[in-house]
Nanobody, 120 residues
């Protein structure tokens, strides 16, 4: 069974940066980051395909960068210019499909999450 383990969450002030990592036992075509804020639904943040194509939610475009290191079996999310509204539990996920989407229902495996808290 595929395992995903996130790390790198923490508490930073507005304008700060964090880099999240996700150790994956097996890479698939589509890898993604999602987040869920308290009282809100889980939402897609960014995805990356095995070919390196990326897509971002409008709310994070220009501030977040997703990347993957196949040699290390690790997925990353570099988060810059963080805002209080970025506060959430962040999850990495993968899809066994041959296409990519930021739709929660398109993912097949999930990590347990890492908490990101941004203070003003």
């Amino acid at each position: 069974q595929v395992q995903l383990v996130e790390s790198g969450g923490g508490s930073v002030q507005t304008g700060g940066s964090l880099r999240l990592s996700c150790a994956v036992s097996e890479f698939t075509y589509c890898m993604a980051w999602f987040r869920q804020a308290p009282g809100k639904e889980r939402e897609g943040v960014a995805y990356i395909t095995s070919g390196g194509s990326t897509n971002y939610a409008i709310s994070v475009k220009g501030r977040f960068t997703i990347s993957r290191d196949s040699a290390k079996n690790t997925l990353y999310l570099q988060m810059n210019s963080l805002k209080p509204e970025d506060t959430a539990m962040y999850y990495c996920a993968l899809s066994a499909r041959t296409w990519c989407s930021l739709d929660v229902s398109s993912m097949h495996n999930w990590g347990k999450g890492t908490l990101v808290t941004i203070s003003s």
